[in-house]
């Protein structure tokens, strides 16, 4: 008898955990690719940023280069990454617009400070040996990226 309510227990975890899990499923169907994304930034050195729809956004290609926008310049260079998530951006280029937002030269310093870069749903995590630099949200594709 003690098997047996054992053995039903065990089962009711095992329901409940599979039973948990669902939001899950649906969290990692999220995440995207780090290349061909659309990446807004929404956090950076812990603040957060409220971009328009231009600002504070970059794209990997699967070239190896990558190709974004500041607060008022656009920004181009080249990426280096490994199955490990390890991450090297730059050097970078930028437009040379005067730039009154403070935010963007942090954010031209933080891409080419990275190492690495971690995913979570949705959202891309720029890491510097560790220490979170900025987190990014996928645009929504359009149709024809689907």
């Known amino acids: ?29 999220q995440q995207r690719p780090l290349e061909d ?6 956090q950076l050195h812990g603040r957060k940023i409220t971009p328009t729809d231009e600002n504070f956004s970059l794209r990997f290609t699967p070239g190896g280069e990558v190709q974004g926008r ?5 920004l ?3 990426y280096t990454t ?3 998530r390890s991450l090297k951006i730059g050097p970078l280029a930028s ?3 005067l730039c009154r937002d403070p935010h963007e030269s942090e954010f ?12 979570d749903g949705p959202m891309m995590l720029l890491l510097s040996d560790g220490d979170l630099l900025a987190i990014f949200q996928s645009k929504a594709p359009s149709p024809a990226q689907e």
Not at 5 to 26: D, H, K, Q, S, Y
Not at 70 to 74: F, K, L, V, W
Request: hydrophobic content about 45%; some cysteine; aromatic content about 6%.
């Open 1 to 29: 008898m003690k098997t047996s309510n054992l053995l039903l227990r065990l089962l009711a975890v095992a329901l409940l955990m599979v039973g948990c899990c669902a939001p899950c499923r649906t969290y990692q169907k």
């Open 37 to 42: 994304t659309e990446w807004q930034l929404i």
């Open 70 to 74: 500041g607060a008022c310049n656009r």
């Open 76 to 78: 181009m260079g080249s």
């Open 82 to 84: 490994t199955k490990e």
């Open 95 to 97: 437009t040379r617009m």
């Open 108 to 119: 031209f310093a933080a891409l080419e400070k990275a190492t690495h870069y971690e995913m």
